[in-house]
């Protein structure tokens, strides 16, 4: 596997459903981010992870849970979602290094989320 | 608020000509500036970064900054029917704790018309 990878690549869930998304990245990088991809609207960064700690909650509804057990994994727990929740959700990983203004951030191919 | 602005488009440009893109941002101390470009149905592809004023060029992508006018644009010579994608502007800042998040603009449409 090369880059970032993310599974599954399509999910349909109802509201009560609880399910997980997975994200890995095979870069050595040490900084992961949740991005939401809506239609009709910008990308959204949700969360930031870096070193594993997280950073950034960018004022996500606590519906989202992150967890990032190490630098190369980032997961996405979901529980009892809104229709509105449907989007595009990508991960992304980037090398943070200290006192650098270099964020180039690579992103995965995404999850595609249904909440029916 | 951070907000970056982007021409939403289509912009549509013939085959050969030079597709200039353009973005303007809010917050005057961001540092980093982006351009992804994302086909339908994929995920953003970063193509160029921009760290310093004025003009950086890989390959048929030139990148400008003009932090004073908060200003940054992308510049594609030769533009090719594969160029017709969405183009996303992005720019963080760094706030020297460790990573930062992107804010993106809505992205401009271009299309090349062959």
């Known amino acids: 596997e090369t880059g970032v990878t993310q599974t599954p690549r399509h999910l349909v869930m109802g509201m009560t459903n609880k399910k997980s998304l997975k994200c890995e990245q095979h870069?050595?990088?040490?900084?992961m981010y949740w991005y939401k991809q809506s239609a009709k609207k910008p990308l959204e960064l949700m969360f930031v992870y870096n070193f594993k700690e997280q950073t950034e909650n960018n004022s996500v509804p606590s519906r989202f849970s992150p967890e990032c057990p190490n630098s190369s994994h980032l997961f996405l727990h979901l529980h009892t979602l809104q229709p509105e929740d449907s989007a595009l959700y990508l991960c992304?990983?980037?090398?943070?290094?200290?006192?650098?203004?270099?964020?180039?951030?690579?992103f995965g191919p995404g999850t595609r989320l249904t909440v029916t | 608020q951070k907000e970056v602005e982007q021409n939403s488009g289509p912009l549509s440009v013939p085959e050969g000509a030079i597709a200039s893109l353009n973005c303007t941002y809010s917050d005057r101390g961001s540092q980093s500036f982006f351009w992804y470009r994302q086909y339908s149905g994929k995920s953003p592809e970063l193509i160029m970064s921009i760290y310093s004023n004025g003009d950086k060029e890989d390959g048929r992508f030139t990148a400008q900054l003009n932090k004073a006018s908060q200003y940054v644009s992308l510049l594609i010579r030769d533009s090719q029917p594969s160029d017709s994608a969405t183009y996303l502007c992005?720019?963080?800042?760094?706030?020297?704790?460790?990573?930062?998040?992107?804010?993106f603009g809505k992205g401009t449409h271009l299309i090349i018309q062959p």
């Open positions: 992304a990983s980037s090398q943070e290094v200290a006192q650098s203004s270099s964020y180039e951030q690579y």
């Open positions: 870069l050595g990088h040490n900084a």
């Open positions: 992005a720019v963080n800042v760094h706030s020297g704790g460790g990573a930062d998040g992107l804010t």
